[in-house]
């Protein structure tokens, strides 16, 4: 009976052993940085595969999550502009504050979510407006998918 638990507890390491290693060859997507070009992180984005506890993981909590006009989840990053200052009031205690200077242009990334709670685009904006830049349409370029409009609705 000894040998047998034995045997079911080394089974249930091993197996346990492997998933662990699985996890960790799980490449973390790239980060969002003012240092690197949007289209290179969209590009570079494993889509279908991050999921929320890996991109909270990577990212950090998002600034604001919203619902998107599809119904899926969306996490909200912003990039650049904002410097975090801390100042001491004379009372000696300190507050930090976030502060936009002179044309300071903003980044946005939305991480869209599927119903499962894993990573399927990645929507790019810049100061403010809508470029219509996303994970999906630079992948499918890269690949020389989807280069004209009507490609891929069926329409010849």
């Known amino acids: 009976m000894k040998s047998i638990l034995n045997l079911f507890l080394a089974l249930i390491t091993v197996v346990a052993t492997a998933a662990l290693a699985g996890q960790s060859r799980l490449s973390m997507p790239p980060s969002f940085t003012d240092e690197v070009q949007p289209e290179t992180v969209l590009r570079a984005y494993r889509l279908g595969v991050i999921t929320k506890q890996a991109a909270f993981s990577h990212h950090g909590k998002a600034l604001r999550t919203l619902i998107l006009p599809n119904g899926k989840e969306g996490w909200v990053y912003e990039v650049g502009g904002k410097q975090a200052q801390t ?18 242009g903003v980044r946005t990334y939305t991480l869209v979510f599927d119903d499962k709670g894993v990573v399927i685009d990645v929507l790019y904006n810049e100061k403010g407006r809508h470029d219509g830049l996303t994970a999906l349409q630079v992948q499918r370029k890269v690949r020389g998918e989807g280069t004209r409009k009507d490609e891929g609705l069926g329409v010849k």
């Open 87 to 104: 100042y001491q009031h004379p009372t000696r205690e300190k507050h930090t504050v976030y502060e936009a200077g002179p044309g300071n």
